[in-house]
């Protein structure tokens, strides 16, 4: 438990409501110096809003915030900063092309001699922040060229930068490799270590089990239940976050593969930086099978899945959907060929934010009939559909005409998943399908994807989740700087294997399979 027994912050009977909704009903909350409080909850269970209200994003409805003892009217992000806190946001807030040092010192700058930005004073501030919790952050790179772990440390590293001692983390872990989270977990351990508290929240059991001191759960904008990792387990937390038993392994038979759906033959790619990302890879998926794409990201999946969908040119090489090729189609080709695509970043591939959450629904097939006669849209039939597809499919919204960019960034990837598997398909391409979503929409996906493969469909399934890939795949295969490093069948590897594997180390006792070309 944590070291002090004076909270150095309290929140008391916080409420805040929007249209349609009361996201946050009276919630209490007490963090301590040196600890590690979880925040766990399904999507749309008020965590984000609730950190947005302490952060100064929103203002209360009702309730009071304590900081340290003292009353605390936190109306705006600075008011948050000077008490202190500082938030990682989910979707980083950085200026690609700015340096490591101008998005560190943007909004809070020094001055030499009064006129000048002082940058060699705040990247000499940074390296010392680097050194003293492990944060490894190159001040004079340029964010854009960062892997995405790094680009967190350096959000990290903002907080610190304004002396944060109270630091939220939302959703820290979504999109970094098993080997990133085990980095950042390091450096939270030295942030408490240093008595600094933290807020971690995130949907991921394991997680909470292996970090946290405190565990409390939110439910439907209300505190349900807290305990520590001692007293409790990853069935009981679930229950707990969705209200119902859930189950954490996937149920599914043995795969009958049928005949080949996608097949891809010396396929290479470039990056958009024009760099080999994908190198010469042949393979094919058949239906009623999942083939699961393993690796450290930034290993050439993100450029496979774009060329496969269209939304990358293919530099050499060859794809064929359904003996059909598609090697240089148009995204909507390729859709129009039998394709499903859940992309892996759904703000940037997979939504258009400013439009509602029936226009989102309909996004692949809005010229069509039902939902079109000629140029005209049928709103009725959208209208029709989005209410049934945000009911089948859980998405909490107050009303299918808000903005999609109103909706936490679990529903957000629930509108895409409905929209992608309402319709037929002969082959599913699944880029992180559950990033960002709670332990039951997890489960409810993952129950899909398999009811996919078992009436016909191939499956693509593109993942960082070690657990996600190993459970659902029926076949396996391990990239590598841009190559396939084995394929093999899903029971014949082990997860020490498989992260031999990601590492580039070949396992020679491995029982492989052929590409599946023949």
Not at 138 to 152: C, D, I, N
């Amino acid at each position: 438990m944590a070291e002090s027994t004076t909270p150095v912050l309290e929140l008391r009977g916080i409420t805040k409501a929007f249209p349609g909704v009361l996201a946050n009903d009276h919630i209490d909350l007490t963090l301590y110096e040196g600890e590690v409080l979880a925040l766990l909850g399904e999507n749309g269970a008020g965590k984000t809003t609730l950190m947005n209200v302490l952060y100064g994003l929103y203002a209360p409805d009702g309730g009071q915030i304590l900081v340290h003892g003292q009353q605390s009217d936190i109306r705006s992000p600075s008011d948050a900063i000077a008490l202190g806190i500082g938030m990682v946001h989910q979707h980083f807030m950085l200026v690609p092309p700015l340096t490591v040092t101008e998005n560190v010192m943007l909004g809070n700058e020094w001055l030499h001699h009064g006129i000048f930005l002082d940058r060699r004073r705040a990247a000499a501030r940074i390296r010392e922040i680097s050194q003293m919790y492990g944060l490894d952050v190159p001040p004079q790179a340029t964010v854009a060229s960062l892997p995405v772990g790094v680009q967190q440390r350096v959000e990290i590293v903002k907080v610190l930068y304004r002396n944060a001692d109270i630091l939220i983390l939302d959703e820290p872990t979504a999109v970094l490799t098993p080997q990133e989270t085990e980095e950042l977990f390091k450096i939270i351990r030295s942030l408490v270590e240093q008595g600094k508290s933290v807020i971690f929240i995130t949907h991921k059991l394991g997680e909470v089990m292996m970090l946290a001191n405190r565990i409390v759960v939110l439910r439907q904008g209300r505190v349900v239940g807290s305990a520590s990792p001692q007293e409790t387990d990853e069935e009981t937390l679930a229950a707990m976050m969705v209200g119902r038993e859930v189950s954490l392994s996937v149920e599914k038979e043995p795969a009958r593969p049928g005949p080949v759906v996608l097949q891809v033959e010396d396929l290479t790619v470039l990056d958009r930086r024009q760099n080999v990302a994908v190198d010469g890879i042949s393979f094919t998926v058949r239906r009623g099978e999942i083939v699961g794409v393993a690796g450290v990201q930034g290993n050439g999946q993100t450029e496979l899945v774009a060329a496969l969908t269209g939304l990358l040119p293919i530099e050499k090489g060859r794809v064929r959907i359904c003996e059909v090729d598609t090697t240089h189609a148009p995204p909507r080709t390729i859709i129009e060929q039998g394709v499903a695509h859940i992309p892996e970043d759904r703000q940037m591939d997979g939504l258009v934010l400013s439009f509602s959450v029936a226009d989102n629904l309909v996004l692949n097939s809005y010229y069509r009939p039902p939902f079109a006669r000629g140029l005209l849209l049928q709103e009725q039939a959208i209208a029709e559909t989005a209410h049934r597809l945000v009911q089948e499919y859980d998405v909490r919204t107050p009303s299918i005409r808000m903005p999609v960019s109103s909706l936490s960034g679990g529903n957000q990837q629930k509108v895409i998943v409905a929209r992608e598997f309402h319709r037929p398909s002969d082959l599913l391409i699944a880029s992180q399908p559950t990033r960002g979503l709670d332990v039951g929409s997890v489960e409810y996906i993952h129950r899909r994807i398999v009811e996919k493969r078992d009436r016909g469909a191939a499956v693509l399934l593109v993942s960082s989740e070690l657990d996600e890939i190993m459970e659902l795949s029926d076949r396996i295969m391990v990239m590598y700087r841009g190559k396939i490093m084995a394929s093999m069948e899903a029971g014949a590897v082990t997860r020490e294997q498989m992260g031999l594997l990601m590492a580039g180390i070949p396992v020679a006792d491995l029982q492989e399979v052929g590409s599946g070309a023949s």
